[in-house]
């Protein structure tokens, strides 16, 4: 049994979501697979083109490098585009947790950057993918020309009954009734526009079929990394 997925039937489904998710996207675009020392990572690259700056983009938890797919068509006419699977998600990467409170993540994402030789590193990271960006910047900003955070994971305190109220519980609830309403309420708490239908069904699977690490990630607000870097 797998750590992430929920058996075979639970993988399958997944990904067949997030490949119709990705036919949404008139994009061209290849998976490649990369060998780190913290599991094998599945990267959906667009064709590399040497006038551009390449720019990674870094999906949030519970996610993959599909979801992303809807910045893809406007992205790639002026970056070539890295999309990696995080390893530990819901994707093709290694199905393992990566610890949250070392470097593993930093670690892990800066051997997937000098895998590809990139003199300047652009960043696009949403949520977990921005707290990997993070602690990557921790250990190596030297290459960092520019990075955009949207809500970073452990960049502020969460507020603990806020946290329990809004997303916790009603996963809880979810997960053993198996009611709609619950999903509907967390969804309204953690999107700010309605998604559509194919990422809900998306993100409902996912929180049904799926095991999350719920292990607390090392804050990084005080010593916040971006500031040492260019």
């Known amino acids: ?25 008139d994009c061209e675009y290849k998976k490649i697979s990369i060998t780190t020392s913290l599991g094998e990572t599945s990267i959906l690259q667009t064709p590399p083109d040497p006038t551009k700056q390449s720019l990674f983009i870094m999906h949030g938890g519970s996610g993959n490098a599909a979801i992303t797919g809807w910045l893809f068509d406007s992205l790639s006419k002026k970056y070539n585009l890295i999309i990696p699977d995080i390893v530990g998600g819901p994707g093709s990467s290694a199905e393992k947790f990566l610890s949250p409170n070392s470097d593993e993540y930093g670690v892990w994402f800066k051997e997937l950057i000098q895998t590809f030789e990139i003199e300047e590193v652009n960043i696009l990271a949403i949520s977990q993918g921005a707290y990997t960006a993070l602690r990557y910047i921790e250990l190596d900003n030297v290459k960092l020309n520019k990075i955009v955070l949207y809500v970073p994971a452990a960049f502020i305190k969460p507020r603990l009954l806020s946290s329990t109220f809004k997303f916790m519980l009603p996963l809880i609830k979810f997960r053993i009734f198996k009611f709609n309403f619950f999903y509907s309420y967390i969804e309204r708490n953690i999107f700010s526009e309605k998604p559509n239908e194919l ?12 095991r999350f690490d719920m292990r607390q990630p090392k804050m990084i607000m005080d010593k916040c990394p971006i500031r040492d870097s260019k």
């Open 1 to 25: 049994m797998g750590v992430i997925f929920k058996g075979e039937n639970s993988i399958s489904i997944i990904r067949n979501l997030s490949e119709q998710i990705l036919q949404d996207s």
């Open 199 to 210: 990422i809900s069904s998306f993100f409902k699977t996912v929180f049904m079929r799926t």
